[in-house]
């Protein structure tokens, strides 16, 4: 068969074009039929949730397996690893379907007595999930299974706290799999079935329809406000779309694309554009409503309702995004990128995923653009955003005004997805019809696939890990002693919790990172007094900040490849702007007001607090309005310390005055004495030295 461009390689069966086009076929076919029976299951619930969760890890499993198919494999192990990938996605199938059908005997006619096809079964289930996470996320997740079988297993030759009784090996196929209500089958694979795969759809519906374009304009046009226009649009654009599709990595990667290449034409060297990207993408998981995924793993964890999970996380992100947008600011302006943003450059932005375009082009004979680029203000903001806003419009009014349940309101912003996305595209874009309507939407169900699959996988990979946890009792030995080693002291309990989770995520995604670090740690240090919903944003926000902590550091690795950097510089220069965000969570556990609102304790603090971040970050990359001079740096950074960590005084309210009154007063000073300069041009002496 004739390849479908000049660049496909001679003597295979197809070009490389056309098994991409089958890949993303499929997907999208397994997209649409995923999609209709999990809104027909979320809204009916015609059997049981446990009988659900079989389907869905079977979806999802399948789905994984072929993203990790590669369409041009350069070596032989790519090409075996292609084969054992097919495969993988058609064993998958198999045994969700042969334990979706034997579900009922299993349960309530044999009543605990297993089959040896049934065990059989069980113990390919997960050498299945094992494998293709590995394949989907590298090794790092996978191990973490393998060492908790392991520890099952060998539970009496481990040493100390790590010491039990040991499991036997058909014990323990039993009840991580055919148990069904535990173990792979337990409750985060049940919240992965239920929240998180109606909000991944949703998440691939808003990107299909134009997400990553919108935000673009939307940081666009906050970004002819200021001097730093194109970084900030950049970091909009990053932080919107992270807040949307719940992974730093594959934000980083597909966003970074667009945003890195367009920063350095700009002048800005390789490493700040990845380490702007990296501190952006990762961050985006922290903004309600979506959150990634784990705002619903946390609401179940916790038995505390969605709606408080973003309410209690809405500050603290606003913390966090203004943090991250002053650190952008001071340093393109200190390193010498003022250049004003230059929409013609903006339509780069339609050659992110430009293989998965390509593809739709081949399936569909079309590709289509989302937003327009001409005319950006906010008026045209409004009519192009329809399919955005319109369904975060109705989510946010079914959960806070209607109080409906997160399943319900996520199936009623789907429903307005597509007239809102409709109606934007046959009425406001010129050559947009029907068809592109329909090309966009089976798109987005692709997508969404390709969102929910990776992370379903690494939850049933967490569930392993979990059901050991449950098994040998180790959770709360592990929390006992965390506590004992910190002596009681909450400081040095804290500092051992944030270098445990950092640990626990290193090369994680960061819902599998959050759980794992959740079980192990929040029990520890609930039982030293802190609230529960506080212990939980603390590990959290770890969890995602080990997506930028050396020596793993993966939305450093993918931004510095995407660069064409160094990713030692970029992960350093990463943890510069991103080092006020390693503070953040110790401050909202000890102004905890930021989590619970109360007036007027609440307003107070979050000035305080964000004069305080400001304070730190403006120390920490040195410029303000110029070179900042030792004495103002120390000054700010003490400051700020005092006004974020005020609580802790015995005067807290002078206190906060007091070092709130100081920053001003040096970053006012330091203001006059730039001002007064020989040059009177501090930013520009800044930058050429």
């Known amino acids: 068969m004739p390849a479908m461009t000049g660049e496909n390689p001679p003597g295979g069966w197809v070009g490389p074009d056309r098994v991409r086009m089958g890949k993303y076929g499929f997907l999208i076919a397994l997209g649409i039929a995923s999609t209709a029976y999990h809104l027909w299951f979320t809204q009916l619930f015609p059997f049981e949730q446990d009988q659900h969760k079989i389907a869905h890890l079977g979806f999802m499993l399948v789905g994984a397996a072929v993203l990790a198919f590669e369409p041009e494999p350069k070596t032989r192990r790519e090409r075996f690893g292609n084969y054992a990938t097919l495969l993988e996605a058609a064993l998958s199938a198999v045994v969700a379907g042969y334990l979706f059908i034997a579900f009922n005997r299993i349960v309530y006619e044999q009543l605990g007595i297993y089959t040896d096809l049934d065990l059989f079964m069980g113990l390919l289930l997960i050498l ?67 929240f998180i795969i109606i909000f991944m759809i949703l998440a691939g519906l808003l990107e299909a329809y134009g997400a990553l374009e919108y935000f673009v304009q939307v940081g666009t046009l906050i970004g002819k406000q200021v001097r730093s226009g194109l970084a900030q649009m950049t970091t909009v654009a990053s932080m919107g779309m992270g807040s949307v599709n719940g992974s730093a990595a594959a934000n980083a990667a597909t966003t970074g694309a667009f945003t890195i290449p367009l920063l350095k034409r700009h002048g800005l060297d390789r490493d700040t554009a990845a380490a702007y990207e990296a501190v952006a993408s990762s961050g985006g998981q922290i903004m309600p409503p979506i959150m990634g995924a784990a705002a619903f793993i946390m609401a179940e964890i916790t038995g505390t309702s969605y709606l408080r999970i973003i309410v209690v996380g809405f500050l603290p992100a606003l913390l966090f995004y203004g943090t991250v947008a002053i650190g952008v600011h001071m340093t393109t302006i200190k390193e010498g990128l003022t250049s004003e943003i230059d929409e013609d450059e903006l339509t780069d932005v339609e050659t992110v995923d430009k293989d998965r375009k390509n593809a739709l082009n081949a399936i569909f004979g079309r590709t289509t653009t989302a937003v327009s680029f001409g005319q950006i203000s906010v008026r045209n903001l409004i009519v192009e955003g329809l399919a955005l806003w319109v369904p975060l419009a109705v989510l946010l009014y079914a959960l806070v005004i209607l109080l409906y349940d997160p399943l319900y309101a996520g199936f009623l912003s789907i429903m307005s997805a597509f007239p809102a996305a409709f109606v934007q595209g046959i009425f406001f874009r010129d050559g947009y019809g029907i068809r592109d309507f329909l090309v966009d939407t089976l798109d987005g169900l692709g997508r969404g696939m390709e969102n929910a699959a990776p992370i379903a996988v690494s939850l049933g990979v967490m569930n392993i890990f979990v059901g050991v946890l449950n098994l040998t009792g180790f959770t709360q030995v592990f929390a006992s002693s965390l506590v004992e080693l910190s002596g009681g002291v909450l400081a040095l309990l804290l500092m051992f919790a944030m270098v445990a989770a950092l640990l626990f995520g290193l090369g994680m995604p960061t819902v599998a990172a959050y759980i794992t670090a959740v079980l192990l740690i929040a029990p520890a240090l609930t039982e030293a007094g802190i609230d529960l919903l506080a212990a939980h944003f603390f590990v959290f926000y770890f969890a995602i900040l080990s997506a930028l902590t050396p020596p793993v550091a993966i939305a450093c690795l993918v931004t510095a490849r995407v660069a064409g950097g160094n990713f030692w510089r970029t992960a350093g220069k990463s943890l510069v702007l991103g080092a006020p965000l390693f503070v953040l969570p110790y401050i909202f556990v000890v102004n905890d007001s930021l989590l619970f609102w109360s007036v007027p304790a609440t307003p107070i603090t979050f000035v305080v607090v964000g004069t305080g971040l400001v304070a730190t970050v403006t120390a920490i990359v040195n410029y303000f309005s110029g070179q900042l001079r030792l004495p103002s740096r120390a000054g700010l950074l003490v400051a700020a310390g005092a006004a974020v960590f005020a609580p802790l005084a015995p005067m807290t309210v002078a206190v906060q005055t007091l070092a709130t009154l100081t920053i001003v007063a040096l970053l006012y000073i330091e203001v006059k004495y730039d001002s007064g300069s020989e040059t009177g041009q501090p930013e520009q002496a800044a930058v050429d030295d």
Request: proline letters at 4%; charged letters at 10%.
């Open 128 to 194: 299945l999930l094992l494998d293709v996470c590995r394949r989907v996320y590298g090794p790092m997740l996978s191990l973490v299974g393998v060492v908790g079988l392991a520890y099952a297993l060998y539970g009496p030759y481990f040493p100390g706290i790590l010491n039990h009784n040991g499991v036997q090996a058909e014990r323990l196929v039993q009840g991580l799999t055919v148990e069904f209500g535990s173990g792979v089958f337990g409750v985060i694979v049940e919240v992965s079935g239920t």
